[in-house]
């Protein structure tokens, strides 16, 4: 990886105050996150916490600094649909486009096939030509679209539902292995 990106790691609760702090602005002043309030520090490692025990929780370091986070979790919360994982990114304002959100979902990506999810489900609040653009880029293709499901910032917002196989053909028909 370019040294200018940074370095992609495990997330650990002691990251929860930058985490916070880059969730933030998404939290207060876009229709990005679905959450009306920001998350408290504690709040945030423990779903940092719960995250890795489960699923996986990354975070982008910049010269020694976190300036990025990606997590997977439980789709729902039912034995059934144990091999699929929703997925969420969020990187500092001052660090888009500089290829450390790529660097950070494609190890994300890579981390929860290992641990064998089958699939990654992405939520966007549209209109977000930037996410989706972003989410197709790994091969996520469009699932669905609730519509006016998300009232935020005085309106109402529809969101798309994008996913991917993270094993592509590799599974079609067989049964799911374990989850590690």
Same mark, same amino acid.
């Given at each position: 990886m370019h040294a200018s990106i940074g370095r992609v %790691? #495990?997330?650990g609760p002691e990251d929860a105050p930058a985490?916070?702090?880059i969730y933030r #602005?998404? $939290?207060l002043d876009t229709a990005i996150s679905w959450e009306l309030e920001v998350p408290? $520090?504690?709040?945030m490692a423990a779903r940092i916490t719960a995250a890795r025990q489960t699923h996986e929780w990354l975070v982008l370091e910049h010269d020694d600094r976190v300036i990025g986070y990606a997590y997977g979790h439980a789709l729902y919360r039912v034995a059934s649909y144990q091999w699929s994982a929703q997925t969420g990114i969020y990187v500092d304002a001052d660090h888009h486009r500089t290829g450390g959100g790529r660097e950070l979902y494609t190890q994300l990506l890579r981390r929860l096939a290992e641990r064998g999810y089958r699939r990654a489900v992405a939520g966007i609040t549209q209109p977000n030509a930037a996410s989706n653009g972003?989410? %197709?880029s790994f091969g996520f293709t469009e699932a669905g679209?609730? %519509?006016r499901v998300e009232w935020k910032l005085g309106s109402w917002h529809d969101v798309a539902w994008m996913?991917?196989?993270l094993l592509g053909d590799a599974d079609r028909g067989a049964p799911a292995g374990p989850i590690t």
């Open positions: %790691r #495990p997330a985490c916070a702090a #602005p998404y $939290v408290t $520090v504690d709040e972003f989410h %197709r679209l609730y %519509r996913q991917l196989d």
